[in-house]
């Protein structure tokens, strides 16, 4: 894999040549995101530095596509990096032989992911902004799961995980 500093440099060249999707194939390609079920990226309407919505789009079971901002690369490349990674994520949860059903269990796996990098460990670590942020909106899906049931027993300790992480940043600022 390239240095970082090299990463940002092709990236700042694809998007100054507004080659977004370019940009965002090479980095699945370089940060080993690609899975079989993901189809491609198409663009959607420009984000605001408040909101920046990418989404992973297909019939479960089927292929994903994942949509992306026309200006995905005016923001930090570490935080777009990490939602990339949240959707591809979420391309393999939708594979046929991969198939969580459950929403909330989706959202709460690709958020956990973001804090801590399991499955990516070579994706950079987001602000503790962002982390705070993803932190509760992985604790709002986990709520979301039926009080009790298997699937909140499933992702208990984890659960526990984000607590400690969001009481750790919360300390700090």
Do not use: C
Request: no cysteine; aromatic share 12%.
């Amino acid at each position: 894999m390239k240095a970082y500093q090299e990463i940002i440099q092709w990236v700042n060249s694809f998007h100054e040549k507004g080659e977004t999707i370019q940009a965002a194939e090479f980095l699945i390609t370089e940060y080993n995101f690609n899975h079989p079920n993901f189809k491609g990226f198409e663009l959607r309407e420009k984000a605001k530095p408040d909101f920046i919505l990418m989404t992973t789009e297909g019939i479960l079971g089927g292929p994903q596509i994942i949509r992306i901002p026309k200006n995905t690369f005016e923001f930090p490349l570490n935080l777009m990096l990490n939602l990339l990674a949240h959707e591809m994520i979420h391309v393999q949860q939708k594979a046929k032989d991969t198939l969580i059903t459950d929403k909330n269990e989706r959202e709460w796996q690709a958020y956990y992911e973001n804090l801590f990098h399991k499955q990516f460990p070579q994706i950079p670590e987001l602000s503790d902004f962002h982390k705070k942020a993803f932190a509760s909106k992985a604790l709002d899906y986990y709520n979301r799961m039926e009080v009790g049931s298997e699937l909140q027993l499933k992702y208990a300790e984890e659960k526990e995980e984000v607590e400690r992480l969001l009481k750790l940043l919360t300390s700090i600022s």
